[in-house]
């Protein structure tokens, strides 16, 4: 049975984790080559040309809405986050430096618009969660191959469960939920994304984890699979 982590956040420990946040050469050539393209398809598109930004869409659009439905938990909402997102990118391209990388200048952007859909709607009082799916059905979309395609039983309890637990949640803990186990961002780019630092992106990183795994045990505790984008979350580690 998985033991959850302490109470306290140990400062040391996530130091210590925050020094090993490092890819392995494959990860950074593959990131750095990732980055190279979006900029070049970036000064394209400040060059005039519109059917460079439309690559830029092409390359970041699933990945985009993903993010934007694992904070607002509604389809209809994130696919409007999504779009607004790329509208005002573009709109704002001339105020992208370039210090960071386009796609955390580009997800700050979608972790914005997602804050403000909820903070709407809390003013309305009516956050509408119904017929939501879970995160891994919005990555569905993507193309990505589920784990048991030959357990729908099982899989639509587990959806059941993790759309269940992903609402619990906080705003903010799913945005870095979904950030680092189903993006796999480092904690550089989070707190680029998040616009806060790395300190608090492990400290905010670890009550997370807690929190999804202290909804998701009962689940694993009957000895079922948890898909291995929220497997870390579960175990804690």
Known sequence: MNRFPPSSVDIDELEKQMS??????????ARAAQNQIDQSLVE?????????????VERYQRRVY???FGIVRNRDD?????????????????????TAAFFTWLYRITYNLSIDVLREKSRRDQVTLEDNQNVEDALRRDGRPTDHPDDMATRKELQAVLQTAMNRLTEKHRAIIVLREVEGLSYEEMADVLGISKGTVMSRLFHARQNLQALLQPYVEKGQEVPASLKLAVQGG
């Open 78 to 98: 994130a696919w409007d986050v999504a779009q607004e997102a790329f509208v005002k990118a573009y709109r704002n391209l001339d105020r992208y430096e370039g």
């Open 66 to 68: 993903a993010l934007a």
């Open 20 to 29: 090993t946040d490092q890819r392995n050469p494959e990860q950074a050539q």
């Open 44 to 56: 394209a598109t400040r060059s005039g040309d519109r059917q460079a930004f439309g690559k830029l």
